[in-house]
T-cell receptor
Framework: EPEVTQTPSHQVTQMGQEVILRCVPISNHLYFYWYRQILGQKVEFLVSFYNNEISEKSEIFDDQFSVERPDGSNFTLKIRSTKLEDSAMYFC?????????????FGSGTRLTVV | GENVEQHPSTLSVQEGDSAVIKCTYSDSASNYFPWYKQELGKGPQLIIDIRSNVGEKKDQRIAVTLNKTAKHFSLHITETQPEDSAVYFCAATSPNTGNQFYFGTGTSLTVIP
């Protein structure tokens, strides 16, 4: 069964440092997403990406965040200057299309710890 | 925007018993309601979904019911097994919310052997 692959599985970084979280979506999917889950809280939408541009973003996705699909296979989330409150599980997801015929496929997540 | 509430936050059942998890939503335009199972160290996995033109859907031991009037939907797991132990999330999406899903806070289900 096709999978969404995320690396690394766990990242520890110093406050103020830049981090890049990597995702390889399912190859024929067109829509890509980042969600995050702070420990004990609900999964929250960050950003959606389609046709090489951001289609939606949440209030959480401020100027410190950026996404990129540099080579047609990888989908990355960059946090420029990490804060303690950025510590969370970050999930990448992809969909084959829009509408209710297409559910998300999630990756296993990257646990980001900012110290 | 959409607000999804989920109850209970934790649930323990004896193996073989049934488990029910309930969610409510606020946006009457929501038309797709997936349920995800998240095992420790893994990402959420879709286990069943229901669309707004359907009142109930069943897949082996798992069923989902939808009450559009009351704006709530429920996950039912029958004959629970220890491997059903996980965190379950409900979600909702509507044409008004574009691409994104709104998730409930999750239910940690423990099936006691």
């Amino acid at each position: 069964e096709p999978e969404v692959t995320q690396t690394p599985s766990h990242q520890v970084t110093q406050m103020g440092q830049e981090v890049i979280l990597r995702c390889v979506p399912i190859s024929n999917h067109l829509y890509f997403y980042w969600y995050r889950q702070i420990l004990g809280q609900k999964v929250e939408f960050l950003v959606s990406f389609y046709n090489n541009e951001i289609s939606e973003k949440s209030e959480i996705f401020d100027d410190q965040f950026s996404v990129e699909r540099p080579d047609g296979s990888n989908f990355t989330l960059k946090i420029r200057s990490t804060k303690l409150e950025d510590s969370a599980m970050y999930f990448c997801a992809s969909r084959g299309g829009q509408g209710t015929n297409y559910g998300y496929t999630f990756g296993s997540g990257t646990r980001l710890t900012v110290v | 925007g959409e607000n999804v509430e989920q109850h209970p936050s934790t649930l323990s059942v004896q193996e073989g018993d049934s488990a029910v998890i309930k969610c409510t939503y606020s946006d009457s335009a929501s038309n797709y309601f997936p349920w995800y199972k998240q095992e420790l160290g893994k990402g959420p996995q879709l286990i069943i979904d229901i669309r707004s033109n359907v009142g109930e859907k069943k897949d082996q031991r798992i069923a989902v019911t939808l009450n559009k009037t009351a704006k709530h939907f429920s996950l039912h797991i029958t004959e629970t097994q220890p491997e059903d132990s996980a965190v379950y999330f409900c979600a909702a999406t509507s044409p008004n919310t574009g691409n994104q899903f709104y998730f409930g806070t999750g239910t940690s289900l423990t099936v006691i052997p």
